[in-house]
C-alpha cells in the first residue's frame, strides 16, 4: 500500500557530551584482539514508537539531558579512534540531531515502502562522509511525527559495539528517561572484562589481514572474500507472527532438538525456502554469529562492551528437511564454545587466522553460491526492551539502502509487536529471483507475511 509523500525537516543539530568528564586516567582504551580485527564499519538502526493514547509529547531536553548522563557511564562512546587498537575517550560527544516528519507513524508503518524512502531519519546519511571522517563511533536522530509518535534513528560502529553492547547502551538510555530505579537492575556496562579475557596483540603484530590498508586493491578483494555476486541484489521483510512461530517450532523438533528455539526455527525454515529457489542439488553453507559472553571461561558479564561475536558455520544438503537444518544449525553454535577458549589462549591470532583461512577457502570452493549469513536482533540483543516512555519499539528497521557485501545473501531478524503479540521480522537480501520465488510460493507465504 503507497502512502502519502512526506518530508523530515531537520531543526536542530547539536554534540551532546557526557555530563561529568572523563577522569585522566581513563583518557585511552585499548581494545580487544576481536575489536581489533575490525574496521570502522557503522551499523545502522531505527525503532519506531506509537504514542499511546493521552502520552505527553516527546521531551526532546529530556532525551539529551539523560544522553549526557549515559554517556558519563559509557565514555568511550562520546570518544574518538586513535589507532587501529586504541580509542581516545576524550569526550569529543555523540551528534544529536532533531527532525520534524509531516505524517502520521502509522501512515509510513502501514504503507509498502523502499530504503529510500527511511534513510532521511537516520543520522549523516551516507555514513562513512561524516562519521568516519572525525573517528566517532555514535551518531543519533529523533524524528518526530504529526501524531506525536517517533523514530530514533543511529548508527554505531562495529568497532567498539556489537548488537548485545548496543542495545545495552540504548536501555540505560531509555531507563534513565522513563524511570531512574530501573537503571539499577540493569547490566552495568564493562569495557574491560572483554579485553581481560580477549587480550590485545601489540599494535606491530596486527597483521595486514587484521588491518588491512584502507583503500587498496587487495583490500577490497580480501573484504569481499575474493569472489563476486550478481548484481542483482534486493531487500524485502516478510513477518513471522507468533502463532506460525510455535507451528514451526513445532515442526523442528528432532530426536537432537527436543525444544527448538525462535531463532533456530524460523532460521532453518528461510534457508529452506531460499534454497529451494535454486535449480541445482548441492550444498549450502550458513554464518551464523555467536555471541561469545557466555562461552568463555569463565562467562563474560553480560554488559560486557566491545564486539564479542564470532561465526559459526553451519551446512545442509540443499534439499533437507526442516528440522534436518534446524538439527544443524544447533549443533553448530553449541561447538562454539572450544572456539571461544582457543581465542583466549596465547595462540589467539593464528587461531583466528587458522580459521579465517578456513572460511575464505570454503567461500573460494563454493564460488560464493549457496552462502548466506544470519543475524538476530531479538531478544537475544535486546532492542525490544528500548522503552522511552512509549512501550516497546512498533518496528525495529536495520537497514538503510545501502546493500553492501555485509548483507548480501543475508537474512537478518528483528522484533516487531502487534496486537497478537510480538513476533520476528525477517529482511532478506538475496537474488531477485529467488525473492520472486518466495513471494510466490504458497508454502513460504502459509508461514511468512510480505512487509517490506
Not at 9 to 19: A, D, N, Q
Request: aromatic share 12%; with cysteine; net charge neutral.
Amino acid at each position: 500500500m503507497e502512502g502519502p509523500k512526506y518530508e523530515v525537516k531537520v531543526i536542530r543539530r547539536e554534540t551532546i557530551k557526557p555530563s561529568s568528564p572523563t577522569p585522566s586516567n581513563h583518557g585511552k582504551l585499548t581494545l580487544s584482539f576481536l575489536d581489533q580485527k575490525y574496521g570502522p564499519h557503522h551499523v545502522p538502526v531505527l525503532l519506531f514508537y506509537t504514542a499511546p493514547e493521552g502520552a505527553v509529547p516527546l521531551d526532546t531536553t529530556l532525551l539529551k539531558t539523560c544522553l549526557s548522563e549515559t554517556l558519563t557511564r559509557f565514555y568511550p562512546l562520546a570518544g574518538q579512534y586513535d589507532t587501529w587498537g586504541t580509542l581516545l575517550c576524550n569526550d569529543h560527544g555523540v551528534p544529536f540531531i532533531e527532525a520534524i516528519v509531516d505524517c502520521t507513524l502509522l501512515s509510513l508503518l502501514h504503507r509498502r515502502s523502499n530504503l529510500q524512502d527511511i534513510v532521511d531519519f537516520l543520522p549523516f546519511y551516507p555514513p562513512r562522509e561524516d562519521i568516519l571522517s572525525s573517528k566517532i563511533h555514535l551518531a543519533i536522530q529523533v524524528n518526530v511525527f504529526t501524531c506525536g509518535g517517533f523514530a530514533v534513528g543511529w548508527y554505531h560502529t562495529h568497532k567498539v559495539t556489537d548488537g548485545v553492547s548496543a542495545a545495552t547502551f540504548f536501555r540505560h538510555w531509555s531507563a534513565l528517561v522513563t524511570n531512574r530505579y530501573e537503571v539499577a537492575a540493569l547490566a552495568e556496562p564493562d569495557f574491560s572484562a572483554g579485553v581481560a579475557a580477549f587480550p590485545p596483540l601489540p599494535e606491530a603484530a596486527v597483521t595486514p589481514a587484521l588491518k588491512p590498508k584502507e583503500g587498496s586493491k587487495e583490500d577490497k578483494n580480501k573484504f569481499s572474500w575474493n569472489y563476486t555476486f550478481q548484481e542483482t541484489i534486493v531487500v524485502r521483510s516478510f513477518l513471522f507472527k507468533d502463532d506460525a512461530i510455535n507451528e514451526l517450532k513445532a515442526m523442528s523438533i528432532s530426536e537432537k532438538v527436543i525444544y527448538p528455539s525462535r531463532f533456530e526455527a524460523v532460521t532453518g525454515f528461510l534457508w529452506k525456502h531460499i534454497l529451494l529457489a535454486s535449480p541445482k542439488e548441492g550444498h549450502s553453507m550458513l554464518g551464523i554469529p555467536v555471541d561469545l559472553r557466555s562461552k568463555t571461561d569463565p562467562p563474560l558479564p553480560r554488559g560486557s562492551m566491545g564486539n564479542l561475536f564470532t561465526s559459526a558455520f553451519a551446512r545442509t544438503n540443499n534439499r533437507a528437511e526442516l528440522r534436518d537444518m534446524v538439527s544443524e544449525i544447533h549443533g553448530s553454535i553449541s561447538k562454539m564454545k572450544n572456539v571461544a577458549l582457543k581465542f583466549q589462549g596465547e595462540n589467539r591470532s593464528e587461531e583466528y587466522e587458522r580459521l579465517r583461512r578456513q572460511f575464505i577457502n570454503t567461500v573460494i570452493e563454493y564460488k560464493g553460491k549457496d552462502i548466506y549469513f544470519v543475524n538476530s536482533w531479538c531478544k537475544s540483543a535486546g532492542f525490544g526492551d528500548v522503552d522511552f516512555g512509549f512501550g516497546k519499539p512498533k518496528r525495529v528497521i536495520p537497514i538503510d539502502d545501502a546493500v553492501n557485501h555485509n548483507k548480501r545473501n543475508g537474512i537478518l531478524l528483528t522484533e516487531f509487536t502487534d496486537s497478537n503479540g510480538d513476533g520476528i521480522e525477517a529482511w532478506l537480501f538475496l537474488e531477485k529471483d529467488t525473492i520472486k520465488f518466495l513471494e510466490c510460493n504458497p508454502d513460504f507465504l502459509a508461514f511468512a507475511s510480505p512487509n517490506f
